[in-house]
């Protein structure tokens, strides 16, 4: 079974972000595996050159490339902070994308995989402005960025007790933005299975 991995940009416990990908990870119930990574399983510092040699920092690292690499595909959902993507985010990438450069044991769990990006704000934007950069990130380390997104404007007025309230339309958004992510894993999976025969 295809296996999605949810990724918040957001540490917030709160967050309409992390609050988007449950919603979306609702839509692709019975369809798929799905898997979250959570802030305090990333709990690393700041990247840092000089703490690659620290074996308690390495061993997060590796665990979290695995993470990544076990997947099929990942949805990112990353608030916007002055027009760019969360600085959470970025280090997260830039630690694991590192551990392939000084440990020949790993390799860099991006390359080919399927990225569809998601935004939520309380703004006008719906995140639509840090999208191009989270874009030109995923793209850099090799990803298979997916030229739709899910970009949500005012979130909060869209939040409820019970959860977001979309309008059909978005809901059909959000529909086909999965159903061409499942479709490119589908296409992929076959193409590994080709490969080994």
């Known amino acids: 079974m295809t296996r999605?991995?949810?990724?918040?940009?957001?540490?917030?416990?709160?967050?309409?972000?992390?609050?988007l990908l449950a919603h979306v990870?609702?839509?692709?119930?019975?369809?798929c595996e799905v898997d979250w990574i959570h802030p305090a399983e990333v709990d690393l510092p700041l990247f840092d050159q000089d703490l690659e040699?620290?074996?308690?920092?390495?061993?997060?690292?590796?665990?979290?490339?695995?993470?990544?690499?076990?997947?099929?595909?990942?949805?990112?959902?990353?608030?916007e902070y002055n027009g760019q993507a969360t600085p959470y985010l970025k280090n997260t990438i830039d630690?694991?994308?590192r551990l392939s450069h000084i440990d020949a044991r790993y390799t860099n769990p991006f390359v080919?995989?399927?990225?569809?990006?998601?935004?939520?704000?309380?703004?006008?934007?719906?995140?639509?402005?840090?999208?191009?950069h989270?874009?030109?990130l995923f793209g850099y380390v090799g990803s298979n960025v997916l030229g739709c997104t899910v970009s949500i404007a005012h979130a909060n007025h869209k939040w409820t007790e019970d959860g977001f309230q979309f309008s059909d339309d978005t809901e059909s958004q959000i529909d086909e933005a999965l159903l061409r992510l499942l479709?490119?894993?589908?296409?992929t999976n076959h193409e590994r299975s080709t490969l080994t025969l």
């Open 53 to 79: 040699a620290d074996s308690a920092v390495s061993a997060k690292v590796a665990a979290l490339l695995q993470r990544f690499a076990s997947c099929d595909a990942l949805i990112v959902a990353c608030p």
């Open 112 to 132: 080919d995989k399927p990225v569809l990006l998601c935004s939520a704000s309380t703004g006008w934007s719906g995140g639509a402005v840090a999208l191009p």
């Open 183 to 187: 479709k490119i894993c589908g296409q």
């Open 95 to 97: 630690w694991v994308t």
């Open 25 to 31: 990870e609702f839509h692709l119930q019975w369809q």
């Open 4 to 19: 999605i991995l949810l990724f918040s940009g957001s540490q917030r416990r709160e967050s309409f972000n992390t609050r």
């Open 134 to 136: 989270l874009r030109a």
